[in-house]
């Protein structure tokens, strides 16, 4: 049949492993609890004019590919929507604004990982490789990765990227919020909103920015929607956004308020809890039989076998 003893072992050794995995995605549920005390970014589109900055210090900080002026100053870009990739934290799209006649008749918005209160991601990785960290910030191990990409399948905000050129260490990609080890820019703002020529980007604790949106918004009813993006969304993000057209025409995604985790968590431990123990059980069991079946049908076989001759 194929299978020894040692493959046995393997096998069950796999089963306890999944059943780990399985685990830290409830321990690692309640150890991240949604809080607005961590830091975020409030990020006002109406004065963004799509220099695209952000875009070059975000590249140059991550040590990928550096954007000349040439290219900063190529309008063409805005031609087609783009999300942020492998190799692009960040990117910056334009919209119709809405407001003929303008000098600028588009508004620009800028994408990135919004750095959930409540992960999706982090929920969905079985071996941890996803972490928020206490000040907000949510972040890859890649020496964790198994590389199922259920992060990429768990976002809300279809954000993770994976590198699918790297045949040999592929890793999934995203904004660290300039977190990560090692990053000059680890201990203040990230280099995005230190950059930005126009102060679209202000950094702040997550609370104090809410407050500061909502009372942007009372103040000047006629520049803003009243809606903060990212306030409520998938339970809350660190990064906040103000419009002065609905978010649905920026092409931000419509995310329900409820944090995913609540709903995917409470699936799966009532999954994990009720029903793979019992199979995990059964299936040992099964391969207890295969094991010790083979030995006994060929006895069985060799008998007969003597016996016809």
């Known amino acids: 049949m194929g299978i020894n003893r040692r493959s046995f072992l393997g096998q069950v050794g796999a089963l306890g492993l999944a059943g780990a995995g399985l685990s830290h995605v409830r321990a690692d549920a309640e150890a991240h609890p949604a809080t607005d005390d961590g830091m975020g970014v409030l990020v006002d589109l109406t004065n963004c004019n799509g220099c695209r900055r952000c875009e070059a210090v975000c590249s140059n900080s991550a040590g990928f590919a550096v954007l000349t002026d040439d290219e900063l100053a190529d309008r063409s ?38 750095h959930c209160l409540r992960p999706a991601c982090v929920s969905g990785c079985i071996v941890g490789a ?108 660190a990064w906040l956004y103000l419009s002065r057209v609905p978010f649905e025409k920026l092409a931000f995604l419509t995310v329900p308020g409820k944090a995913a985790p609540a709903l995917t968590e409470t699936i799966q431990h009532g999954i994990f809890k009720h029903f793979v123990p019992p199979i995990a059980w059964c299936g040992i069991l099964a391969l207890a039989m295969v094991l010790t079946k083979p030995e006994r049908h060929a006895a069985g076989s060799a008998a007969e076998g003597k016996a016809c001759h």
């Open 77 to 114: 870009v805005f031609d087609q929507h783009r999300r942020p990739g492998p190799r692009t934290y960040t990117v910056v799209n334009a919209f119709p604004n809405g407001h003929a006649g303008e000098e600028d008749p588009f508004m620009y918005a800028k994408s990135n990982c919004l």
């Open 130 to 237: 996803l972490q928020r960290e206490p000040g907000g910030a949510v972040l890859y191990d890649a020496g964790k990765c198994m590389g199922c990409r259920y992060c990429m399948v768990a976002c809300p905000f279809q954000i993770p990227a994976y590198e699918y050129d790297n045949v040999f260490t592929p890793q999934v990609r995203k904004c660290t919020f300039c977190r990560d080890a090692g990053n000059p820019h680890r201990d203040g703002p990230p280099v995005c909103v230190k950059t930005c020529p126009k102060e679209c980007l202000t950094w702040g604790n997550r609370a104090d920015l809410l407050t500061r949106a909502h009372d942007q918004i009372s103040a000047h009813p006629d520049r803003y929607v009243s809606h903060v993006y990212g306030e409520h969304e998938a339970g809350g993000t």
